[in-house]
């Protein structure tokens, strides 16, 4: 099948687009390349020997995004990653955030509209949850007040699927809750590639490895879980990828349950901070020059999924070990060299 992936040559995406070549069907990559590069469509040529269709379109063009449904009539599904996603920055530039998270799916939406394409997966988050009441949690857990623009996009952004769902006959979606996707293809020719000074922990903890950061600050060892640190549900990017291309199979082979379905997609593990810093020193033999330091505004303490629904209804399981996958961010580390 033709699928259109909006952000394919970003993180998620480009690991996608691979796995949808894995799984035979043709991608079709749309992209502004505002937090990408060109490169990595070399990388996936290297590791599926397929050259991928790409577009050099903004989604918050609806001229432009048009013309590309329109040179590709026989799209049958849509995935669609293309979004601004810096928590600290969307605080910063609400607006920016809020046009380009929302506008572009609503672009995305009256295309599909028009051409009449029928499937949409969509990129959610675990942050939709805030600090659930009950762990592990399950998808039909209360969605909390979001804690910045960034999360507030991915809110409102479940609800306009929904409401245009329910609006068309023929349209119908899936929205996936990533929990934290870390890692990177085990060839090492596509990975994770922050700009500036990472945000997130992963890259923080393989660039302080590398030499590039001094040292990686543990944000708080105060918490009220077993070692003081942060919890989460570190999710292998490949196996993330491999969720998606089970959803588009599942929406056109007429398998949906109902016109929207909610998966949490995550390993249903909770790591510590401390225990990440561990397990990476063990796996690549570096020692890693960390300290502990203040809690950081607006995190959550602990989060980990339940994803018995993705397990038994998408038929999607987690399946690498975090061994492999702290090994594969650091080799995919080292090859940035
Ligand atoms: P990413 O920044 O690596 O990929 C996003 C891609 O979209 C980039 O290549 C960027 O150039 C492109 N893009 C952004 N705005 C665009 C626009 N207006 N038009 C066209 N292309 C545009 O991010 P990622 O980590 O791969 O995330 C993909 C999706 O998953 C996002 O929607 C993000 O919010 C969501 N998500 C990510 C995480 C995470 O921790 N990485 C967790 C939960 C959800
Ligand atoms: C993980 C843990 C930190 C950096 C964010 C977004 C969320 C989602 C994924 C998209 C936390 C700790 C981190 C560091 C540290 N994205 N940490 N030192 O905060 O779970 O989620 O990315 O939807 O919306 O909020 O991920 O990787 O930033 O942090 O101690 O230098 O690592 O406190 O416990 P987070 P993260």
């Given at each position: 099948m033709k699928i259109l992936v909006t952000g394919g040559t970003g993180y998620i995406g480009s690991h996608t687009v691979v796995e949808l070549i894995n799984a035979g069907h043709t991608p079709v990559i749309v992209d502004n390349l505002s937090n990408s590069n060109i490169g990595v469509l070399d990388g996936i040529k290297s590791i599926t020997g397929e050259s991928v269709s790409f577009y050099q379109v903004d989604v918050t063009d609806i001229q432009a995004l048009d013309k590309v449904f329109s040179e590709n009539h026989?799209?049958?599904g849509i995935i669609h990653f293309a979004a601004s996603k810096a928590v600290g920055e969307s605080v910063k530039e609400p607006l920016k955030y809020y046009r380009n998270n929302l506008v572009g799916l609503m672009n995305i939406l009256e295309c599909m509209k028009k051409h009449k394409v029928g499937s949409l997966v969509f990129s959610s988050?675990?942050?939709?949850?805030?600090?659930?009441?009950?762990?592990?949690?399950?998808?039909?857990a209360p969605i909390k007040p979001a804690l910045s623009p960034y999360g507030n996009t991915k809110q409102i952004c479940e609800e306009i699927i929904r409401d245009t769902v329910a609006s068309c006959e023929g349209l119908h979606a899936i929205l996936l809750r990533y929990f934290n996707p870390i890692g990177a293809h085990p060839s090492a020719l596509i990975g994770e590639l922050p700009l500036g000074?990472?945000?997130?922990?992963i890259p923080y903890v393989t660039q302080t490895a590398a030499g590039i950061r001094e040292c990686l600050t543990i944000?708080?060892?105060?918490?009220?879980t077993p070692d003081g640190s942060c919890i989460r549900d570190y999710i292998n990017v490949t196996d993330l990828a491999k969720a998606h291309v089970v959803s588009v199979d599942r929406m056109e082979n007429g398998k949906?349950?109902?016109d929207v379905e909610v998966f949490n997609i995550g390993t249903g593990r909770g790591t510590s901070v401390f225990e990440i810093v561990n397990m990476f020193e063990k796996v690549t033999g570096v020692k890693l020059n960390y300290k502990v330091g203040h809690r950081r505004e607006g995190d959550i303490e602990k989060v980990w999924a339940d994803a018995t629904i993705a397990n038994n209804t998408l038929g999607w399981k987690a399946e690498k070990t975090m061994e492999e996958t702290l090994a594969s961010a650091w080799k995919w580390q080292q090859s940035l060299k």
């Open positions: 026989d799209i049958k988050s675990c942050t939709v949850y805030g600090q659930p009441d009950i762990l592990p949690v399950t998808e039909n000074v990472p945000q997130n922990l944000f708080g060892d105060d918490y009220d949906q349950e109902s």
